[in-house]
């Protein structure tokens, strides 16, 4: 899944190389805007997003939620709605803090998930 | 594409992408603040991949001014000197002798240096040949006298043929340093793609941002067989390459 065509053009060319074209889906679209309602059947999800590479230098500290340009939290709510399991890449220089102010979010979802069992 | 500005943090990502644009084109269309008729197309020269290229000529050209008024100085003492020692040397072959034991009585000096010096006298005799049109690079010692003897047939250097003498040096020196740089992009290369020749492409994104081969395969061996992956935000497809590569998955 790519938003814009020249690099789908390129992962086209790239697939053929190494001969893995046919077991591969292209889809040209945005990854938070498509799935509106739609669930597909998806087992894992893996997700590299765009770390501008500006701001990363290896003393200074990354900040999620200033330097993605689609949020984390519309990332991995898209994420989420889709299945539970998630590969997700995070850099090297990162505040654990604002780490776990997302999952906290996710944490109490997930509490609710299993007082429903449990009932 | 439709990439919205969703939040209150756009405006300070707007105005720091405005400096430092390694972003893709898609994400500055909605951007009306920068957007002036006089600054239609401006994008700063920091971070653009060209902009590299330009800083080492200009450096390499200061290099060069500051070798060549040094080589310069070297050439203008050298020659002066040298004609100097064969008018003496010509008319005093026999007092050669002569000449050693005053340096030897001002300043005590070892047996090894008093060899070298006599044998350096041998070479001025044998100077005494050569024609006038022939120059001589020369270099001297504190003790001031020669210590070694390079020959060099070429005419009175002028503007031209300076120039082309030092940078000959200097243009050996750039190549080796090019080749040093192709290694390297060459290594960095197969890092992400181990058949990078056979056909790949890339963009200066694509090579900056993607992650390394070994790493997608260390994902990969921790998928399940036969699953369904969904890879969004794929780019050039360097992780979805290695998951695929293996006989088990779908799509």
Redesign the interface.
């Known amino acids: 899944?790519?938003?814009?065509e020249?690099?789908l053009n390129?992962?086209a060319?790239?697939?053929?190389?190494?001969k893995?074209k046919s077991?591969?889906?292209l889809m040209h679209y945005?990854?938070v805007e498509s799935f509106m309602g739609l669930k597909?059947?998806?087992?894992?999800?893996?997700?590299?997003?765009?770390?501008?590479?500006?701001?990363i230098t290896q003393n200074d500290k990354f900040c999620l939620?200033?330097?993605i340009?689609?949020?984390i939290k519309?990332?991995l709510d898209a994420?989420m709605s889709?299945t539970e399991n998630i590969?997700l890449?995070l850099p090297k220089t990162l505040e654990i803090e604002e780490l776990a102010l997302l999952l906290s979010d996710f944490f109490e979802s997930y509490q609710r998930f299993e007082k429903k069992k449990k009932k | 594409m439709n990439n919205k500005a969703s939040t209150g943090n756009s405006k300070a990502q707007s105005i720091l992408k405005y400096f430092f644009p390694c972003c893709t084109e898609s994400s500055f269309e909605n951007d009306d603040i920068f957007t002036d008729n006089k600054q239609k197309s401006h994008t700063p020269l920091l971070f653009d991949y060209s902009v590299d290229q330009t800083v080492d000529r200009d450096k390499s050209k200061f290099m060069i001014r500051k070798r060549s008024e040094k080589l310069s100085l070297l050439f203008k003492k050298n020659i002066c000197n040298c004609q100097s020692i064969k008018e003496k040397y010509k008319k005093e072959e026999k007092t050669n002798n002569y000449k050693l034991e005053k340096i030897n009585e001002n300043k005590k000096i070892s047996a090894e240096k008093k060899a070298k010096l006599a044998e350096n006298f041998r070479l001025l005799n044998s100077l005494c040949k050569y024609k006038k049109n022939e120059i001589f690079f020369l270099k001297y010692n504190l003790h001031g006298i020669l210590c070694k003897l390079t020959y060099q047939n070429f005419k009175f250097p002028t503007l031209k043929t300076k120039r082309q003498a030092q940078t000959k040096s200097l243009i050996k020196l750039d190549e080796k340093f090019e080749e040093g740089k192709k290694k390297k992009e060459f290594d960095e290369k197969k890092n992400l793609f181990s058949l990078f020749h056979q056909g790949i492409r890339l963009d200066s994104d694509g090579f900056e941002k993607t992650l390394a081969e070994k790493i997608c395969q260390y994902f990969a061996k921790k998928i399940m067989k036969n699953s369904v992956v969904l890879d969004g935000f794929c780019g050039i497809g360097a992780a979805s390459i290695q998951v695929f590569r293996k006989k088990n998955n779908k799509n």
């Open positions: 899944m790519e938003k814009d020249k690099k390129m992962a060319n790239n697939f053929n190389v190494y893995v077991k591969i889906d945005h990854f597909p059947v998806v087992d894992l999800v893996f997700l590299y997003p765009n770390y501008d590479s500006f701001n939620f200033s330097n340009f689609p949020d519309k990332i994420a889709i590969i890449i």
